[in-house]
């Protein structure tokens, strides 16, 4: 969700979230706005029918790069294998946890670490491995940089660009993106090449 430039940090997420949430505890401070690194010319793979996934991505997005996300306080997610028999970093994480949890502490530095921390493995015999997806998170708002891309379908780009305008934002500063389009016409469209003229890219 974008506010006033910023993307918000709506939802909890991370190794302690479900925890804090049994608890009844505030979960403000596990708030994150997610990412991924996935290569743009795979992106589409995320917006299409995953098994295992309860939500649905939708081809939209805002686009910047590592070291702009680096700046702004963006991290890769660490991701902790939970099948039984691999608890020797899990098990003390939760026990961190449990102790602030139960010292009503939710300033412990722990809560800090745990919204960048992901599971994946064989967890009470379910299988779970996200890890592909190569997740970045940032918690509380995301405030969007000078210079960002868009991911859209092409048909509403004519239609963002609208928008852009009414924010007064030059549309021409944000170059924008179709979640379906395959390396060759990114960076084609990327280099200022007009709809009509990308096809068949050719080099020497």
Not at 43 to 64: A, H, M, N, V
Not at 65 to 70: I, L
Not at 185 to 199: H, K, N, S, Y
Request: glycine share 6%; charged share 25%.
């Amino acid at each position: 969700m974008v506010l006033g430039g910023a993307i918000e940090a709506v939802n909890p997420f991370g190794h302690a979230a479900a925890k804090l949430e049994a608890a009844r505890h505030v979960l403000e401070n596990q708030r994150a706005v997610c990412f991924t690194e996935t290569p743009l010319e795979h992106i589409s793979l995320l917006t299409e029918p995953i098994e295992g996934r309860r939500i649905k991505f939708e081809p939209y997005g805002i686009i910047i790069t590592k070291k702009q996300a680096r700046k702004l306080g963006v991290n890769p997610v660490w991701y902790l294998d939970i099948t039984p028999g691999h608890n020797w970093l899990t098990q003390p994480l939760n026990m961190l946890i449990d102790r602030a949890i139960a010292e009503r502490n939710p300033r412990d530095p722990i809560f800090t670490l745990t919204p960048y921390v992901e599971q994946f493995g064989l967890g009470a015999g379910i299988p779970k491995d996200f890890s592909w997806e190569r997740e970045w998170r940032a918690t509380n708002a995301f405030p969007l940089p000078v210079k960002y891309m868009l991911l859209c379908p092409e048909r509403e780009h004519a239609e963002f660009q609208t928008l852009l305008t009414r924010a007064r934002k030059d549309p021409s500063d944000v170059p924008m993106l179709d979640a379906t389009w395959g390396l060759e016409t990114i960076i084609a469209r990327l280099a200022g090449f007009r709809p009509e003229d990308v096809g068949p890219v050719v080099a020497n």
